[in-house]
């Protein structure tokens, strides 16, 4: 077994919603044992829950995103000439194998989100696309197709547009970054702008600059607030899952620079 294997496992584990019902249950656990681990295992178990609370609610996602991720900015028309930037580099968000409605395989959600974007700035500019996208650790199965492929047959059916290069090996954010690098050197591109989630985008700009690459962030799919009054302080999936990207974006920066020193 390969250790990248076990990366989502340990995700898993390390973020909530899991972290913390498994200190719940130690809590309750520790409660009809002797009355002072008792008081303290109903602490552990109310706190646990209070932070699920918090953790569920997307106004938290919210202000989690400003202070533990880097900002960008959305990418102004003029930076693509201003950075003489050579390709557009999109990064593939995950792939559904077999959509029912399909008969085939199609981008997720944030996939697809990030492919039409970099269409439009590809439109926009004239410059070729490079989509980097395998078949993520978590998703891996006998046989099945690289979300490169995916996106590439998707470009051409729907938008009519071919891409130039698709890199369809990697199964993270390093490997998207190591192989489309060594992909766009073949060809002499070392200037790209980078397609991604603004949560994102720190990781993957700091992989590709890692790689050698000169990179102009084009960030989308922002975390903002979504609703008013109380509604963002109550607990949602929604929420739940904005907390819970932000949480894993913020540990991989943090294992990044770990393993760079």
């Known amino acids: ?122 439109r926009a500019s004239g410059l070729p696309i490079l989509f980097s996208g395998g078949v993520g650790w978590a998703n891996g199965q006998p046989g099945q197709i690289s979300e490169a492929e995916v996106a590439a047959r998707i470009a051409q059916q729907d938008y009519a547009v071919a891409l130039r290069w698709i890199e369809g090996q990697s199964r993270d954010t390093s490997e998207n970054a190591r192989l489309s690098a060594s992909m766009l050197g073949r060809d002499g591109v070392t200037r790209i702008a980078l397609v991604t989630d603004a949560w994102h985008m720190p990781r993957a700009q700091a992989a590709f600059e890692r790689a050698g690459l000169l990179v102009t962030p084009a960030p989308m799919g922002f975390i903002m607030p979504a609703q008013a009054g109380v509604l963002p302080w109550l607990p949602s999936p929604a929420g739940l899952a904005t907390s819970h990207l932000v949480l894993k974006e913020w540990l991989g920066l943090q294992a990044g620079r770990w393993s760079a020193v």
């Not at 609610?57 to 028309?77: D, F, K």
Request: overall charge positive.
């Open 1 to 122: 077994m390969e250790l990248g294997s076990l990366k989502p496992v340990l995700t898993v584990i390390a973020l909530p919603p899991l972290s913390l019902l498994l200190v719940a249950i130690l809590g309750l656990l520790l409660i009809g044992k002797k009355p002072r681990r008792a008081a303290t295992g109903k602490a552990v178990a109310m706190l646990s829950v209070a932070l699920l609370w918090v953790f569920c609610c997307h106004g938290t996602g919210v202000w989690l995103s400003t202070v533990l991720l880097p900002q960008y900015a959305a990418l102004s028309p003029g930076q693509l000439q201003t950075a003489n930037v050579q390709a557009i580099v999109v990064l593939g968000g995950g792939l559904v194998p077999n959509a029912p409605e399909y008969g085939l395989s199609q981008p997720s959600s944030h996939g697809a989100a990030r492919l039409r974007y970099g269409i439009s700035l590809s």
